[in-house]
């Protein structure tokens, strides 16, 4: 299972993959950080779309074609601002990795690549957002054999070396 799993470093829109992963907020109508990056490599149809589904709560899911992107589907997800540990913040952010992977394969996505939900903006500390990630990752791929590679696209050198870490700690 190790095998499916690469870790990069670089920008989520460049991802020759089957669906890449939006860390989006609840209105889905874009932002900053890769929201924004993803929304200009798309271009403005992908606005269009996701202005038509209303919005999407916390650790949910929602799916969108991907336009001018390499992927074929943005997989849009909302991960929990950063609150203090206490407002169930663990749970909301795994739920995003869950529902995200099993919008994947619910569209037919063999590969997709994730950023790092709720870890810019939203303040989650870093270290322990990725050990969500990988444990999340690791549990669907045991319980799913359909999904082939699953790239983590860190965005600078600290982002990169806590993947590597805590990948090693948890695979
Ligand atoms: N490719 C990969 N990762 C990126 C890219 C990119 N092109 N650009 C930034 N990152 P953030 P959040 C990294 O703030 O914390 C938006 O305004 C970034 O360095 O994008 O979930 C939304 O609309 C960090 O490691 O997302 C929401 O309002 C990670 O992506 C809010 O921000 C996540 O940072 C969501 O905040």
Redesign the pocket.
Known sequence: MKEKIRIVE????KQEVDAIVN???TSLL????????IHRAAGPELLEETRQMGGCPTGEARVSKGYNLPAKWVIHTV?PVWAGGHKNEDNLLANCYRNSLTAAVARGAKTVAF??????????PLERATEIAMRETKRFLENNESLEKIVF?C??ER?LKTYQEVFERIF
């Open positions: 670089g920008d989520i829109t860390a989006a907020n874009g932002g900053g950080g890769v929201d924004g990056a991960g950023p790092s939900i709720s870890t810019g903006a939203y303040g989650f696209v965005f600078g982002v």
